[in-house]
Protein backbone atom coordinates (compact mmCIF):
# COMPACT_ATOMS: atom_id res chain seq x y z
CA UNK A 1 0.00 0.00 0.00
CA UNK A 2 3.12 2.66 0.88
CA UNK A 3 4.81 1.27 -2.05
CA UNK A 4 1.67 2.16 -3.86
CA UNK A 5 1.87 5.97 -2.43
CA UNK A 6 5.03 6.44 -3.36
CA UNK A 7 4.22 5.19 -6.77
CA UNK A 8 1.41 7.93 -7.13
CA UNK A 9 4.21 10.16 -6.18
CA UNK A 10 6.90 9.60 -8.52
CA UNK A 11 4.66 8.87 -11.34
CA UNK A 12 1.35 10.69 -10.84
CA UNK A 13 2.13 13.45 -12.53
CA UNK A 14 4.74 12.13 -14.88
CA UNK A 15 3.14 12.75 -18.36
CA UNK A 16 3.41 16.41 -17.64
CA UNK A 17 7.24 16.17 -16.59
CA UNK A 18 7.23 16.39 -12.85
CA UNK A 19 8.64 13.44 -10.63
CA UNK A 20 10.86 10.21 -11.25
CA UNK A 21 12.07 11.13 -15.13
CA UNK A 22 12.74 7.35 -15.82
CA UNK A 23 9.88 5.56 -16.79
CA UNK A 24 9.75 1.67 -14.47
CA UNK A 25 12.13 -0.85 -17.07
CA UNK A 26 11.14 -4.19 -15.22
CA UNK A 27 8.95 -5.51 -12.64
CA UNK A 28 5.99 -4.00 -13.29
CA UNK A 29 3.82 -3.41 -10.35
CA UNK A 30 -0.19 -3.18 -10.95
CA UNK A 31 -0.23 -0.21 -9.27
CA UNK A 32 2.93 1.66 -11.84
CA UNK A 33 0.30 0.25 -14.72
CA UNK A 34 -2.49 2.69 -13.27
CA UNK A 35 -0.21 5.39 -12.02
CA UNK A 36 1.24 6.14 -15.61
CA UNK A 37 -1.88 6.01 -17.47
CA UNK A 38 -4.08 7.70 -15.28
CA UNK A 39 -1.18 10.32 -15.65
CA UNK A 40 -1.46 10.33 -19.46
CA UNK A 41 -4.78 10.98 -19.17
CA UNK A 42 -4.27 14.16 -18.06
CA UNK A 43 -3.16 15.03 -22.05
CA UNK A 44 -6.33 13.48 -22.84
CA UNK A 45 -8.70 15.61 -20.64
CA UNK A 46 -6.16 19.09 -21.80
CA UNK A 47 -6.59 18.31 -25.05
CA UNK A 48 -10.13 17.15 -25.20
CA UNK A 49 -11.43 20.23 -23.20
CA UNK A 50 -9.78 23.02 -24.74
CA UNK A 51 -10.71 22.15 -28.31
CA UNK A 52 -13.86 21.73 -27.27
CA UNK A 53 -14.63 24.36 -25.84
CA UNK A 54 -12.80 27.14 -28.33
CA UNK A 55 -14.33 24.60 -31.00
CA UNK A 56 -18.22 25.35 -29.67
CA UNK A 57 -17.19 29.03 -30.83
CA UNK A 58 -15.91 28.28 -34.15
CA UNK A 59 -18.70 25.79 -34.86
CA UNK A 60 -21.30 28.24 -34.71
CA UNK A 61 -19.60 30.56 -36.55
CA UNK A 62 -19.21 28.10 -39.48
CA UNK A 63 -22.31 26.57 -39.04
CA UNK A 64 -23.74 30.50 -39.64
CA UNK A 65 -21.90 30.90 -42.69
CA UNK A 66 -22.69 27.18 -43.78
CA UNK A 67 -26.30 28.08 -43.93
CA UNK A 68 -26.01 31.80 -45.57
CA UNK A 69 -27.72 32.91 -48.52
CA UNK A 70 -24.43 34.62 -49.41
CA UNK A 71 -21.73 32.30 -51.25
CA UNK A 72 -18.54 34.31 -50.26
CA UNK A 73 -19.79 32.84 -46.79
CA UNK A 74 -21.46 29.68 -47.42
CA UNK A 75 -18.52 27.93 -49.87
CA UNK A 76 -15.46 28.41 -48.05
CA UNK A 77 -17.53 27.03 -45.20
CA UNK A 78 -18.47 23.60 -46.89
CA UNK A 79 -14.80 23.00 -47.92
CA UNK A 80 -13.43 23.60 -44.23
CA UNK A 81 -16.17 20.69 -43.37
CA UNK A 82 -15.90 18.65 -46.41
CA UNK A 83 -11.91 18.89 -45.53
CA UNK A 84 -11.92 17.69 -41.86
CA UNK A 85 -14.92 15.75 -42.21
CA UNK A 86 -13.87 14.03 -45.41
CA UNK A 87 -10.08 12.70 -44.55
CA UNK A 88 -9.10 10.69 -41.76
CA UNK A 89 -7.70 12.98 -38.32
CA UNK A 90 -4.56 10.39 -38.53
CA UNK A 91 -3.46 12.18 -41.56
CA UNK A 92 -4.29 15.25 -40.81
CA UNK A 93 -2.34 15.13 -37.50
CA UNK A 94 0.90 13.81 -40.02
CA UNK A 95 0.07 16.64 -42.14
CA UNK A 96 -0.15 19.35 -40.13
CA UNK A 97 2.86 18.55 -38.11
CA UNK A 98 4.93 18.18 -41.46
CA UNK A 99 3.29 21.66 -42.34
CA UNK A 100 4.65 23.23 -38.90
CA UNK A 101 7.69 21.76 -39.66
CA UNK A 102 8.13 23.40 -43.26
CA UNK A 103 6.64 27.15 -41.52
CA UNK A 104 8.60 26.62 -39.15
CA UNK A 105 12.43 27.45 -41.07
CA UNK A 106 10.74 30.97 -42.15
CA UNK A 107 9.07 31.84 -39.31
CA UNK A 108 10.36 30.49 -35.94
CA UNK A 109 6.63 31.38 -34.48
CA UNK A 110 5.46 28.18 -36.04
CA UNK A 111 8.92 26.36 -33.38
CA UNK A 112 5.66 25.81 -30.83
CA UNK A 113 3.13 24.43 -33.03
CA UNK A 114 6.08 20.94 -33.91
CA UNK A 115 5.11 20.43 -30.33
CA UNK A 116 2.02 18.17 -29.18
CA UNK A 117 0.69 20.61 -26.68
CA UNK A 118 -0.25 23.09 -29.22
CA UNK A 119 0.28 21.80 -32.93
CA UNK A 120 -2.19 19.01 -32.31
CA UNK A 121 -4.17 21.31 -30.51
CA UNK A 122 -4.89 23.22 -33.47
CA UNK A 123 -5.45 20.51 -35.10
CA UNK A 124 -8.36 18.61 -32.79
CA UNK A 125 -9.62 22.36 -32.72
CA UNK A 126 -10.48 22.56 -36.22
CA UNK A 127 -11.77 19.37 -36.58
CA UNK A 128 -14.07 19.33 -33.76
CA UNK A 129 -14.95 22.91 -35.18
CA UNK A 130 -16.15 20.81 -38.70
CA UNK A 131 -17.87 18.25 -36.90
CA UNK A 132 -19.67 20.13 -34.52
CA UNK A 133 -20.69 22.89 -37.44
CA UNK A 134 -22.26 20.14 -39.18
CA UNK A 135 -24.52 19.16 -36.14
CA UNK A 136 -25.37 22.70 -35.78
CA UNK A 137 -25.79 23.30 -39.35
CA UNK A 138 -28.75 20.48 -39.19
CA UNK A 139 -30.08 21.51 -36.10
CA UNK A 140 -30.43 25.56 -37.20
CA UNK A 141 -32.31 23.62 -40.24
CA UNK A 142 -34.50 21.95 -38.19
CA UNK A 143 -35.51 24.54 -35.75
CA UNK A 144 -39.20 25.06 -36.32
CA UNK A 145 -40.64 27.47 -38.66
CA UNK A 146 -43.74 28.20 -36.15
CA UNK A 147 -40.88 29.32 -33.30
CA UNK A 148 -39.88 31.74 -36.43
CA UNK A 149 -42.76 33.04 -37.37
CA UNK A 150 -43.67 33.63 -33.62
CA UNK A 151 -40.83 35.55 -32.59
CA UNK A 152 -41.55 37.90 -36.10
CA UNK A 153 -44.87 38.49 -34.72
CA UNK A 154 -43.31 40.01 -31.30
CA UNK A 155 -41.86 42.01 -33.87
CA UNK A 156 -37.99 40.48 -33.05
CA UNK A 157 -35.89 40.90 -36.01
CA UNK A 158 -32.47 39.79 -36.92
CA UNK A 159 -30.12 39.43 -34.28
CA UNK A 160 -32.27 39.86 -31.64
CA UNK A 161 -34.39 37.13 -32.81
CA UNK A 162 -31.23 34.80 -33.42
CA UNK A 163 -29.71 35.04 -30.37
CA UNK A 164 -33.41 34.98 -28.61
CA UNK A 165 -35.22 32.45 -30.41
CA UNK A 166 -33.65 30.63 -33.15
CA UNK A 167 -29.60 29.81 -31.64
CA UNK A 168 -31.58 28.59 -27.99
CA UNK A 169 -33.38 26.11 -30.64
CA UNK A 170 -30.66 24.47 -32.60
CA UNK A 171 -28.68 24.12 -29.33
CA UNK A 172 -31.62 22.45 -27.95
CA UNK A 173 -32.08 19.92 -30.91
CA UNK A 174 -28.52 19.87 -31.82
CA UNK A 175 -27.35 18.96 -28.03
CA UNK A 176 -27.43 15.25 -28.40
CA UNK A 177 -25.59 14.64 -31.42
CA UNK A 178 -22.98 17.63 -30.13
CA UNK A 179 -22.56 14.98 -26.56
CA UNK A 180 -21.92 12.44 -28.96
CA UNK A 181 -19.14 14.47 -30.92
CA UNK A 182 -17.65 15.38 -27.24
CA UNK A 183 -16.94 11.72 -26.66
CA UNK A 184 -15.19 11.07 -29.27
CA UNK A 185 -13.50 13.77 -29.36
CA UNK A 186 -12.03 12.74 -26.55
CA UNK A 187 -11.33 9.32 -27.94
CA UNK A 188 -9.70 10.90 -30.62
CA UNK A 189 -7.11 12.59 -28.89
CA UNK A 190 -5.70 9.24 -28.31
CA UNK A 191 -4.47 9.43 -31.72
CA UNK A 192 -2.14 12.32 -31.21
CA UNK A 193 0.82 10.70 -30.02
CA UNK A 194 0.64 8.13 -32.68
CA UNK A 195 1.03 10.46 -35.71
CA UNK A 196 3.56 12.96 -36.47
CA UNK A 197 3.46 14.57 -32.95
CA UNK A 198 6.73 12.89 -30.99
CA UNK A 199 6.39 12.59 -27.11
CA UNK A 200 8.88 15.04 -25.40
CA UNK A 201 10.81 13.07 -22.96
CA UNK A 202 8.44 10.35 -23.14
CA UNK A 203 5.51 12.31 -21.91
CA UNK A 204 2.53 11.19 -23.72
CA UNK A 205 -1.11 10.42 -23.06
CA UNK A 206 -2.59 7.45 -21.68
CA UNK A 207 -2.52 5.03 -24.80
CA UNK A 208 0.97 6.28 -25.44
CA UNK A 209 1.65 4.74 -21.91
CA UNK A 210 -0.47 1.50 -21.97
CA UNK A 211 1.10 0.70 -25.32
CA UNK A 212 4.50 1.40 -23.35
CA UNK A 213 3.70 -1.33 -20.95
CA UNK A 214 2.36 -3.44 -23.46
CA UNK A 215 5.82 -3.46 -25.52
CA UNK A 216 7.21 -4.15 -22.64
CA UNK A 217 5.57 -6.97 -21.32
CA UNK A 218 4.59 -8.40 -24.23
CA UNK A 219 0.95 -8.89 -22.32
CA UNK A 220 -1.87 -6.90 -23.74
CA UNK A 221 -4.50 -7.82 -21.22
CA UNK A 222 -3.18 -5.56 -18.42
CA UNK A 223 -2.93 -2.15 -20.10
CA UNK A 224 -5.73 -2.22 -22.17
CA UNK A 225 -8.43 -2.81 -19.98
CA UNK A 226 -7.21 -0.57 -17.60
CA UNK A 227 -7.17 2.22 -20.40
CA UNK A 228 -10.55 0.83 -21.43
CA UNK A 229 -11.50 1.41 -17.40
CA UNK A 230 -10.46 4.98 -17.76
CA UNK A 231 -11.87 5.72 -20.91
CA UNK A 232 -14.96 4.44 -19.93
CA UNK A 233 -14.85 6.57 -16.63
CA UNK A 234 -14.41 9.96 -18.70
CA UNK A 235 -16.91 8.58 -21.17
CA UNK A 236 -19.36 8.70 -18.09
CA UNK A 237 -18.51 11.88 -16.48
CA UNK A 238 -19.28 13.59 -20.23
CA UNK A 239 -22.24 12.05 -20.62
CA UNK A 240 -23.10 13.62 -17.11
CA UNK A 241 -22.01 16.95 -17.74
CA UNK A 242 -23.82 17.39 -21.01
CA UNK A 243 -27.05 15.94 -19.53
CA UNK A 244 -26.63 18.56 -16.51
CA UNK A 245 -26.66 21.14 -19.33
CA UNK A 246 -29.00 19.60 -21.56
CA UNK A 247 -31.52 19.70 -18.42
CA UNK A 248 -31.00 23.41 -18.41
CA UNK A 249 -31.63 23.93 -21.93
CA UNK A 250 -34.93 22.03 -21.78
CA UNK A 251 -35.67 23.30 -18.13
CA UNK A 252 -38.96 24.85 -19.40
CA UNK A 253 -40.76 22.15 -21.19
CA UNK A 254 -42.44 19.62 -19.65
CA UNK A 255 -40.51 16.81 -18.06
CA UNK A 256 -41.88 13.84 -19.61
CA UNK A 257 -40.91 15.29 -23.13
CA UNK A 258 -38.79 12.16 -24.60
CA UNK A 259 -35.36 13.01 -25.18
CA UNK A 260 -34.08 11.97 -28.60
CA UNK A 261 -32.08 9.79 -29.33
CA UNK A 262 -28.61 10.48 -29.94
CA UNK A 263 -27.88 9.63 -33.77
CA UNK A 264 -25.41 7.58 -34.57
CA UNK A 265 -22.01 9.01 -33.35
CA UNK A 266 -19.14 9.69 -35.64
CA UNK A 267 -15.66 8.79 -34.92
CA UNK A 268 -12.53 9.66 -36.42
CA UNK B 1 5.34 -1.52 -56.50
CA UNK B 2 4.54 -2.30 -52.94
CA UNK B 3 3.50 1.39 -52.58
CA UNK B 4 0.92 0.63 -55.61
CA UNK B 5 0.09 -2.81 -53.70
CA UNK B 6 -0.80 -1.12 -50.64
CA UNK B 7 -3.68 0.59 -52.23
CA UNK B 8 -5.62 -2.33 -52.84
CA UNK B 9 -4.97 -3.76 -50.02
CA UNK B 10 -6.64 -0.92 -48.18
CA UNK B 11 -9.57 -1.54 -50.80
CA UNK B 12 -9.67 -5.40 -50.62
CA UNK B 13 -9.75 -4.57 -46.74
CA UNK B 14 -12.84 -2.39 -47.14
CA UNK B 15 -14.36 -4.78 -49.22
CA UNK B 16 -13.94 -8.01 -46.83
CA UNK B 17 -14.46 -6.33 -43.44
CA UNK B 18 -17.40 -4.22 -44.46
CA UNK B 19 -19.96 -7.74 -44.68
CA UNK B 20 -18.23 -8.91 -42.01
CA UNK B 21 -18.61 -6.15 -39.72
CA UNK B 22 -22.11 -6.09 -40.96
CA UNK B 23 -22.67 -9.78 -39.76
CA UNK B 24 -20.91 -8.82 -36.62
CA UNK B 25 -23.21 -6.25 -35.68
CA UNK B 26 -26.10 -8.27 -36.67
CA UNK B 27 -25.11 -11.13 -34.46
CA UNK B 28 -24.66 -8.28 -31.70
CA UNK B 29 -28.34 -6.95 -32.42
CA UNK B 30 -29.99 -10.03 -32.43
CA UNK B 31 -28.16 -10.68 -29.16
CA UNK B 32 -28.48 -7.46 -27.42
CA UNK B 33 -32.68 -7.66 -27.53
CA UNK B 34 -32.44 -11.45 -26.96
CA UNK B 35 -34.97 -12.93 -24.63
CA UNK B 36 -32.20 -15.15 -23.21
CA UNK B 37 -30.75 -12.64 -20.51
CA UNK B 38 -26.97 -13.76 -20.19
CA UNK B 39 -27.37 -13.30 -24.22
CA UNK B 40 -28.68 -9.73 -23.76
CA UNK B 41 -26.06 -8.62 -21.43
CA UNK B 42 -23.42 -10.61 -23.67
CA UNK B 43 -24.44 -8.04 -26.43
CA UNK B 44 -25.40 -5.14 -24.45
CA UNK B 45 -22.05 -4.78 -23.00
CA UNK B 46 -20.12 -5.33 -25.97
CA UNK B 47 -21.69 -2.96 -28.10
CA UNK B 48 -21.06 -0.07 -24.86
CA UNK B 49 -17.55 -1.18 -24.17
CA UNK B 50 -16.47 -0.98 -27.71
CA UNK B 51 -18.06 2.25 -27.88
CA UNK B 52 -17.06 3.55 -25.06
CA UNK B 53 -13.39 3.07 -25.62
CA UNK B 54 -11.14 4.72 -28.55
CA UNK B 55 -11.11 2.58 -31.59
CA UNK B 56 -7.18 2.72 -31.78
CA UNK B 57 -6.84 1.02 -27.99
CA UNK B 58 -8.53 -1.81 -30.18
CA UNK B 59 -6.54 -1.90 -32.37
CA UNK B 60 -3.68 -2.30 -30.43
CA UNK B 61 -5.16 -5.05 -28.35
CA UNK B 62 -6.64 -6.83 -30.34
CA UNK B 63 -3.26 -7.55 -32.37
CA UNK B 64 -1.63 -8.69 -29.75
CA UNK B 65 -4.67 -10.30 -28.09
CA UNK B 66 -5.55 -12.19 -31.03
CA UNK B 67 -2.33 -13.28 -31.97
CA UNK B 68 -1.65 -15.16 -28.39
CA UNK B 69 -5.27 -15.90 -28.31
CA UNK B 70 -4.97 -18.34 -31.38
CA UNK B 71 -1.63 -19.54 -30.22
CA UNK B 72 -2.46 -20.50 -26.77
CA UNK B 73 -5.25 -22.71 -28.39
CA UNK B 74 -3.04 -24.20 -30.61
CA UNK B 75 -0.79 -24.78 -27.85
CA UNK B 76 -3.71 -26.67 -25.81
CA UNK B 77 -4.33 -28.99 -28.66
CA UNK B 78 -0.72 -29.54 -30.52
CA UNK B 79 1.42 -29.76 -27.05
CA UNK B 80 -0.58 -31.52 -24.31
CA UNK B 81 2.58 -32.60 -22.39
CA UNK B 82 4.35 -29.38 -22.37
CA UNK B 83 5.03 -28.16 -18.46
CA UNK B 84 6.82 -24.54 -18.86
CA UNK B 85 4.46 -21.79 -18.20
CA UNK B 86 3.32 -20.14 -21.51
CA UNK B 87 4.43 -16.38 -19.51
CA UNK B 88 7.41 -15.77 -18.70
CA UNK B 89 8.59 -12.94 -16.85
CA UNK B 90 8.13 -10.73 -20.41
CA UNK B 91 7.87 -13.59 -23.06
CA UNK B 92 5.33 -15.62 -24.29
CA UNK B 93 6.64 -18.87 -25.46
CA UNK B 94 4.41 -21.61 -26.93
CA UNK B 95 5.96 -24.75 -28.26
CA UNK B 96 7.34 -24.63 -31.99
CA UNK B 97 4.36 -26.53 -33.78
CA UNK B 98 1.67 -24.13 -32.09
CA UNK B 99 3.36 -21.12 -33.03
CA UNK B 100 1.28 -18.83 -36.07
CA UNK B 101 1.86 -18.63 -38.83
CA UNK B 102 4.45 -21.64 -38.50
CA UNK B 103 8.19 -20.20 -38.65
CA UNK B 104 9.22 -22.46 -41.91
CA UNK B 105 5.56 -21.01 -43.61
CA UNK B 106 6.76 -18.66 -46.78
CA UNK B 107 6.14 -15.08 -46.82
CA UNK B 108 2.65 -15.04 -48.46
CA UNK B 109 1.30 -16.70 -45.42
CA UNK B 110 2.69 -14.48 -42.97
CA UNK B 111 0.73 -11.51 -45.14
CA UNK B 112 -2.12 -12.93 -45.23
CA UNK B 113 -2.13 -14.11 -41.19
CA UNK B 114 -1.90 -10.42 -40.33
CA UNK B 115 -4.54 -9.66 -43.18
CA UNK B 116 -6.99 -11.53 -41.43
CA UNK B 117 -6.23 -10.54 -38.14
CA UNK B 118 -6.67 -7.00 -39.54
CA UNK B 119 -9.88 -7.96 -41.03
CA UNK B 120 -11.29 -9.67 -37.47
CA UNK B 121 -9.73 -6.69 -35.39
CA UNK B 122 -11.70 -4.33 -37.71
CA UNK B 123 -14.74 -6.62 -37.84
CA UNK B 124 -15.09 -6.86 -34.38
CA UNK B 125 -14.92 -3.06 -33.54
CA UNK B 126 -17.09 -1.64 -36.45
CA UNK B 127 -19.33 -4.74 -35.41
CA UNK B 128 -20.11 -2.84 -32.38
CA UNK B 129 -21.24 0.28 -34.18
CA UNK B 130 -22.87 -1.71 -36.80
CA UNK B 131 -24.66 -3.04 -34.08
CA UNK B 132 -26.03 -0.01 -32.54
CA UNK B 133 -27.21 0.82 -35.91
CA UNK B 134 -29.55 -2.43 -36.13
CA UNK B 135 -30.38 -2.89 -32.69
CA UNK B 136 -31.99 1.23 -32.97
CA UNK B 137 -33.24 -0.27 -36.80
CA UNK B 138 -34.79 -2.81 -35.46
CA UNK B 139 -36.88 -1.03 -32.86
CA UNK B 140 -37.46 1.22 -35.60
CA UNK B 141 -40.22 -1.13 -37.37
CA UNK B 142 -43.53 -0.08 -36.82
CA UNK B 143 -44.86 -1.71 -33.98
CA UNK B 144 -48.46 -2.23 -35.60
CA UNK B 145 -46.13 -4.79 -37.94
CA UNK B 146 -45.26 -6.87 -35.22
CA UNK B 147 -48.17 -7.22 -33.59
CA UNK B 148 -49.91 -8.26 -37.07
CA UNK B 149 -47.69 -10.69 -37.57
CA UNK B 150 -48.19 -12.04 -33.77
CA UNK B 151 -52.30 -11.82 -34.67
CA UNK B 152 -51.82 -14.05 -37.59
CA UNK B 153 -50.05 -16.81 -34.80
CA UNK B 154 -46.39 -16.04 -36.24
CA UNK B 155 -43.55 -17.59 -33.94
CA UNK B 156 -40.95 -14.74 -32.01
CA UNK B 157 -38.44 -16.42 -34.33
CA UNK B 158 -40.54 -16.56 -37.46
CA UNK B 159 -41.79 -12.73 -36.80
CA UNK B 160 -38.25 -11.52 -36.40
CA UNK B 161 -36.61 -13.26 -39.86
CA UNK B 162 -40.13 -12.79 -41.51
CA UNK B 163 -41.07 -8.97 -40.88
CA UNK B 164 -38.62 -7.08 -38.91
CA UNK B 165 -35.18 -8.37 -40.85
CA UNK B 166 -36.83 -7.39 -44.33
CA UNK B 167 -37.75 -4.05 -43.00
CA UNK B 168 -34.93 -2.75 -40.77
CA UNK B 169 -32.93 -2.04 -43.63
CA UNK B 170 -34.40 1.55 -44.65
CA UNK B 171 -34.21 2.48 -41.18
CA UNK B 172 -30.55 1.58 -40.78
CA UNK B 173 -29.21 2.98 -44.03
CA UNK B 174 -28.55 6.46 -42.90
CA UNK B 175 -26.68 4.87 -39.59
CA UNK B 176 -24.66 2.48 -42.08
CA UNK B 177 -23.66 4.55 -44.55
CA UNK B 178 -22.36 6.91 -41.52
CA UNK B 179 -20.12 4.06 -41.00
CA UNK B 180 -18.83 3.12 -44.20
CA UNK B 181 -17.56 6.31 -43.98
CA UNK B 182 -16.04 6.11 -40.64
CA UNK B 183 -14.83 2.95 -41.94
CA UNK B 184 -12.95 4.45 -44.98
CA UNK B 185 -11.26 7.32 -42.41
CA UNK B 186 -9.92 3.93 -40.38
CA UNK B 187 -8.07 2.55 -42.91
CA UNK B 188 -4.65 4.28 -42.45
CA UNK B 189 -4.58 2.47 -39.14
CA UNK B 190 -4.29 -0.51 -40.83
CA UNK B 191 -0.41 0.20 -40.47
CA UNK B 192 -0.83 -0.57 -36.35
CA UNK B 193 -1.76 -4.08 -37.28
CA UNK B 194 1.47 -4.76 -39.03
CA UNK B 195 -0.35 -4.70 -42.88
CA UNK B 196 1.72 -2.44 -45.22
CA UNK B 197 -0.80 -0.19 -46.12
CA UNK B 198 -0.29 3.51 -47.76
CA UNK B 199 0.80 5.03 -44.31
CA UNK B 200 3.21 2.57 -43.49
CA UNK B 201 4.95 3.77 -47.17
CA UNK B 202 4.77 6.86 -46.16
CA UNK B 203 6.46 6.37 -42.90
CA UNK B 204 9.13 3.76 -44.46
CA UNK B 205 10.02 5.70 -47.42
CA UNK B 206 10.20 9.30 -45.31
CA UNK B 207 13.39 7.73 -43.63
CA UNK B 208 14.44 9.56 -40.55
CA UNK B 209 13.24 8.71 -37.23
CA UNK B 210 12.71 12.04 -35.38
CA UNK B 211 12.35 14.57 -37.64
CA UNK B 212 11.92 16.82 -35.06
CA UNK B 213 15.64 17.56 -34.43
CA UNK B 214 15.88 17.51 -38.21
CA UNK B 215 16.53 20.75 -40.28
CA UNK B 216 15.62 19.77 -43.99
CA UNK B 217 17.55 22.05 -46.23
CA UNK B 218 14.28 22.05 -48.84
CA UNK B 219 11.09 21.17 -48.55
CA UNK B 220 10.23 17.91 -47.59
CA UNK B 221 8.26 15.72 -49.97
CA UNK B 222 6.24 14.00 -47.29
CA UNK B 223 4.09 17.03 -47.34
CA UNK B 224 3.09 16.38 -50.60
CA UNK B 225 2.40 12.85 -50.07
CA UNK B 226 0.38 13.36 -47.22
CA UNK B 227 -1.68 15.97 -49.53
CA UNK B 228 -1.87 13.19 -52.40
CA UNK B 229 -3.01 10.79 -49.54
CA UNK B 230 -5.75 13.64 -48.37
CA UNK B 231 -7.32 13.95 -52.02
CA UNK B 232 -7.35 10.28 -52.38
CA UNK B 233 -9.45 9.80 -49.05
CA UNK B 234 -11.62 13.07 -49.81
CA UNK B 235 -12.52 11.90 -53.70
CA UNK B 236 -13.05 8.17 -52.03
CA UNK B 237 -15.80 10.34 -49.84
CA UNK B 238 -17.25 12.04 -52.13
CA UNK B 239 -17.47 9.09 -54.65
CA UNK B 240 -19.04 7.17 -51.91
CA UNK B 241 -21.57 10.03 -50.22
CA UNK B 242 -23.08 10.14 -54.19
CA UNK B 243 -23.55 6.30 -54.58
CA UNK B 244 -25.05 5.90 -51.22
CA UNK B 245 -27.01 8.95 -51.80
CA UNK B 246 -28.38 7.11 -54.92
CA UNK B 247 -28.94 4.01 -52.87
CA UNK B 248 -30.36 6.09 -50.18
CA UNK B 249 -32.96 7.32 -52.63
CA UNK B 250 -33.79 3.86 -54.42
CA UNK B 251 -34.57 2.49 -50.91
CA UNK B 252 -36.66 5.00 -49.84
CA UNK B 253 -38.67 5.39 -53.11
CA UNK B 254 -42.62 5.27 -52.18
CA UNK B 255 -41.73 4.57 -48.27
CA UNK B 256 -44.14 5.90 -45.33
CA UNK B 257 -41.02 7.40 -44.51
CA UNK B 258 -40.26 11.48 -44.52
CA UNK B 259 -37.05 10.39 -46.98
CA UNK B 260 -40.17 8.65 -49.03
CA UNK B 261 -42.04 12.10 -49.91
CA UNK B 262 -39.63 14.26 -49.49
Redesign the interface.
Known amino acids: MNECLTTIGDYGLRAVGIGERLLPKTDFTLCQHFTLIGSGMIWNIYFGAIALVIGFVLANAIALAKASRYPFLSIPANWFI??F????????F??AY??F??LK?SFPLFSWF?SAWAGALVVLFLNTAAYSAEIFYGALQSVPRGEVEAADAYGMSGWKRFIRVIWPTSMRLAWPAYTNEAIFLF??T??VF?SGF?AWQQRGDA?YY??YF?D??????IP?PI??GY??LL?LIIVGIFGLINRRLNRHLPQSARIK?P?????? | MGFYLSFGTVLLLLAITAPTALAFGFGGAAAARSNFLPLRWFGKTYIA?V???????FF??FV??LD?GFEYVRHQIYCPDWDQPI?QG???VVCKAAKLPLSSAPQWVHEVYGFFTAVLTFAIVFGA?AA??LY?AMRAVPHGQVETAQAYGMTNRQTFWRITVPQMWVYAL??LS??WM?LI?????LF?LGVEDI?YW?RELGGSK???YT??PH??W??WY??G??VF??AF??VSEFFLGKLMKRLTHGQATLGGTS
Open positions: LLRGSPLFIQFLFLLNQTHATLFPLANAKTFNPFYLAFITRRMPLIR | VRGVPDIALFIAQRSDFFNVGPGNLVKATPLLVATPRAYGDRLFLLLYLTK
